[in-house]
């Protein structure tokens, strides 16, 4: 199974509400980033949590780790349209490569 | 500043044919360069990844090989294709602290 599973699979809802997306992983790491992805294109960074740290915040996106319970979760306040997405957790273990999960699809209804 | 170039962006091709996937790296040197696929609504599976001109690391044995003949050119080739070959295929680079940049991906499509 993947380093990082991504939980739910799917999340509709309406502008203005609260997006939360979660991420369990199974070995450990030196940070869990978070990207975001539009359909049909590349991926791109959101942000990055490093093993020591227990909660982060960028503009409207906040994430928190527990590595005693190897998850994550991104939240998405005050959601737009526009944040309609997929978004991937990765975990970086010290490997050359990342570990992507699974995605959550988002649909921000207008 | 850094920029990665991939092309085609969409791209149909015969059972059988060959695949030529070029991706170009900009304004860094001696990055590390990543072939992902993706499954329509999946994740990303690691295809390749390289660390230097003519280093490749296979990840997934498979139809498909990879070369980096320069320093910020990276190929993902076939010398033919198959159906399961199908998929968004996202070439990468990797910054400060693992941070990884993505191309704007090729849609392949074999028929």
């Known amino acids: 199974s993947q380093q990082g599973e991504e939980d739910p699979q799917a999340l509709s809802i309406q502008e203005g509400e609260n997006a939360t997306m979660n991420c369990s992983y199974k070995?450990?790491?030196?940070?869990l980033q978070w990207y975001r992805q539009n359909s049909g294109r590349g991926l791109v960074h959101l942000i990055l949590?490093?093993?020591?740290?227990r909660e982060k915040h960028s503009g409207r996106l906040r994430v928190t780790l527990d590595t005693s319970k190897k998850s994550s979760s991104l939240l998405i306040t005050a959601s737009r349209a526009a944040d309609t997405a997929s978004y991937f957790c990765?975990?970086?273990?010290?490997?050359?490569?990342?570990?992507f999960g699974s995605g959550t699809r988002l649909q921000v209804q207008p | 500043s850094q920029t990665i170039h991939q092309w085609p962006a969409t791209l149909v091709q015969p059972v059988g044919s060959p695949l030529s996937l070029e991706c170009t790296v900009e304004?860094?040197?001696?990055?590390?360069l990543y072939w992902y696929r993706q499954a329509a609504g999946r994740g990303l599976q690691l295809l390749f990844y390289?660390?230097?001109?003519?280093?490749i690391s296979s990840e997934v044995p498979q139809n498909l090989s990879a070369s980096r003949p320069q320093d910020r050119q990276f190929i993902l080739s076939s010398k033919k294709l198959l159906l399961s070959d199908s998929g968004f295929y996202l070439c990468?680079?990797?910054?400060?602290?693992?941070?990884?940049?993505f191309g704007a991906g090729t849609r392949l499509s074999v028929l």
């Open positions: 990468a680079w990797t910054g400060i602290q693992n941070i990884q940049y």
């Open positions: 070995t450990s790491i030196n940070n």
């Open positions: 949590i490093r093993s020591n740290e």
């Open positions: 990765a975990t970086d273990t010290g490997r050359r490569a990342l570990t």
């Open positions: 304004g860094t040197s001696n990055p590390n």
């Open positions: 390289s660390v230097g001109i003519g280093q």
